[in-house]
């Protein structure tokens, strides 16, 4: 009896499938525990307003669908993690070209991967609002965009621009400033 190899195509579309999923799954994992992370680290800037509503301002690289696509998943997310203090979190997409005329009300910024050529109008808006920035993306730090750089994998690293946080008039609780890298 021959089976041909309809069988073992099947398989092998099933294992890619599945791995591809896991893949997904994985990279989603990662985002949920990074945000979850960076609400945890908002508790203890003492500067910022505690409502029943913290608004982020999730802010991606303007002219790229693709980023605006994965800001509007991170604002999605964003709904199911707790908020720092008994909050609730609340996410707005923000085009970096647009953070310098948005009317939209922030009460933090989370900048995603890709917006630390945009720095110069982060730290603008920063400034102006005296706003606290967050990221997962290393590259903040390099360019001094970020206040708090906050990610989880492969370990909790969080990292604190001193500098930056007293520009911006942001104190942090005196605990967590001993608990991370300060830069």
Do not use: W
Request: overall charge neutral; some cysteine.
């Amino acid at each position: 009896m021959r089976l041909g190899l309809r069988p073992f195509r099947q398989l092998a579309a099933a294992t890619v499938l599945t791995y591809v999923s896991g893949v997904v799954g994985v990279a989603h994992a990662s985002q949920v525990s990074n945000l979850q992370a960076v609400a945890r680290s908002l508790a203890f800037v003492e500067t910022l307003q505690h409502h029943d509503t913290v608004v982020l301002g999730v802010v991606y690289a303007p002219n790229d669908p693709a980023a605006k696509a994965s800001a509007e998943d991170v604002v999605k997310l964003l709904q199911t993690v707790p908020g720092p203090n008994s909050t609730r979190l609340q996410g707005v997409a923000i085009s970096a070209d647009d953070l310098a005329k948005s009317s939209e009300h922030s009460d933090a910024l989370f900048l995603m991967l890709g917006t630390a050529k945009f720095s110069t109008t982060i730290l603008s808006a920063m400034h102006r609002d005296a706003l606290v920035s967050v990221s997962d993306d290393p590259a903040c730090l390099d360019n001094g965009s970020c206040v708090l750089m906050v990610r989880t994998d492969p370990a909790v690293e969080i990292v604190l621009n001193t500098e930056l946080a007293a520009a911006v008039g942001a104190r942090f609780s005196a605990v967590f400033t001993m608990m991370v890298k300060r830069k």
